[in-house]
């Protein structure tokens, strides 16, 4: 069964970074969009980051431009987000998703989900 599993998440204070890893199982996601999307509580799922299905461009939110990068390992079935000069308004669960379509911003584009992993920003 195809499956992505996030991992890493943490508490982290204001400036420090994380890495962020999606391990995929059961298939491989050659051809797939792979985004990160993260969602804060009381709030709607939005887009962090993603690679398109070819993996030759990569998508940010404006919000983590220059802040954040995705990257993959191909051998290990992983995409990683690493995540620098954090702050507070970072906190959420963060998502890892595969598409069988284009990259996308909108979280139903996507067709694989992992479960999540809390990221806390302390001030």
């Known amino acids: 069964q195809a499956q992505l599993v996030e991992s890493g998440g943490g508490l982290v204070q204001a400036g420090g970074s994380l890495r962020l890893s999606c391990a995929a199982s059961?298939?491989?996601?050659?051809?797939?969009?792979m985004g990160w999307f993260r969602q804060a509580p009381g709030k709607e799922r939005v887009f962090v980051a993603a690679?398109?299905?070819?993996?030759?461009?990569?998508y940010y939110a404006d919000s983590v431009k220059g802040r954040f990068t995705i990257s993959r390992d191909n051998a290990k079935n992983t995409v990683y987000l690493q995540m620098t000069t954090l702050n507070p308004d970072d906190t959420a669960v963060y998502y890892c998703?595969?598409?069988?379509?284009?990259?996308?911003?909108?979280?139903?584009?996507?067709?694989?989900w992992g479960q999540g992993t809390q990221v806390t920003v302390s001030s």
């Open positions: 998703a595969a598409g069988k379509a284009g990259w996308s911003r909108a979280p139903y584009d996507y067709d694989y």
């Open positions: 059961g298939r491989t996601f050659s051809g797939y969009s």
């Open positions: 690679f398109s299905r070819s993996g030759g461009t990569t």
